[in-house]
C-alpha cells in the first residue's frame, strides 16, 4: 500500500515521502493516528495545499522537544526491585516502568515513548532512550537496586566513573 508520510517514521521516511507498507501496518498504524495518508489524487493535493502548515507544526514540536530534551539530558531515576543474591531480577523493567518513575520525577511520557532494546534484568545503572519527537531522543539512565542506600551508592559509583572518564 503506497502512503504520504505526514512526519518522519524512525526506518520508514521523512515527511512528504511517498513510501510502499503493508496494508495492516497503514490501516492499524499509520492512518489512524494520522501519520500517513493513502495515495490518491485528493489526498496528493491536500498534502501540498497542507505541507507548509505540516512543516511549520513539526518545527514548533520539535523546538520543544528539543528544550525538554535539555532538561532531561542529565536525568536518573531509581527503581527498587527484588532480585537474586547474583543481581539477576525477579522479573523486568520495562517501558511502563521507567515512564512511571520519569512521570514520578515531573515528565509526561506514554510508555510508548521509552524504548529499550531488551527488557532490564539486573540490578545497576542502565541507560534507556526517550524519543520525544521523531527527530528527538535523549538518553536517561535509570539506576535499579536493592534498597535507597544500595541506590545511592551505586549512583556515586556512577558518578566516580564518569568524571575519570571525562
Do not use: C, W
Not at 520508514?12 to 489512524?32: D, E, F, H, W
Not at 520495562?94 to 512511571?100: A, P, T, V
Not at 512521570?103 to 545503572?125: R, S, W
Amino acid at each position: 500500500m503506497q502512503v504520504i508520510l505526514l512526519e518522519r517514521i524512525e526506518k520508514l521516511g521523512q515527511m512528504g515521502q511517498t513510501v510502499s507498507v503493508k496494508p495492516g501496518y497503514a490501516r492499524n498504524y499509520l492512518l489512524p493516528k494520522k501519520k500517513a495518508l493513502r495515495v490518491t489524487k485528493d489526498n496528493v493535493a491536500y498534502f501540498e495545499t497542507q505541507k507548509a502548515q505540516l512543516e511549520a507544526t513539526n518545527l514548533k514540536r520539535k523546538s520543544e522537544a528539543e528544550l525538554v530534551a535539555k532538561k532531561m539530558d542529565s536525568v536518573m531515576v531509581t527503581l527498587i526491585r527484588q532480585a537474586s543474591e547474583v543481581g539477576h531480577l525477579y522479573g523486568s523493567v520495562r517501558s511502563k516502568d521507567i515512564s512511571d518513575a520519569l512521570d514520578k520525577a515531573g515528565y509526561t511520557l506514554d510508555k510508548g515513548q521509552v524504548k529499550l532494546q531488551e527488557p532490564i534484568k539486573t540490578l545497576g545503572i542502565h541507560p534507556a532512550r526517550v524519543v520525544l519527537h521523531p527527530e528527538v531522543n535523549v538518553f536517561v539512565r535509570v539506576n535499579i537496586a536493592l534498597s535507597e542506600e544500595e541506590a545511592v551508592v551505586q549512583k556515586e559509583a556512577d558518578a566516580k566513573k564518569t568524571t575519570a572518564a571525562a
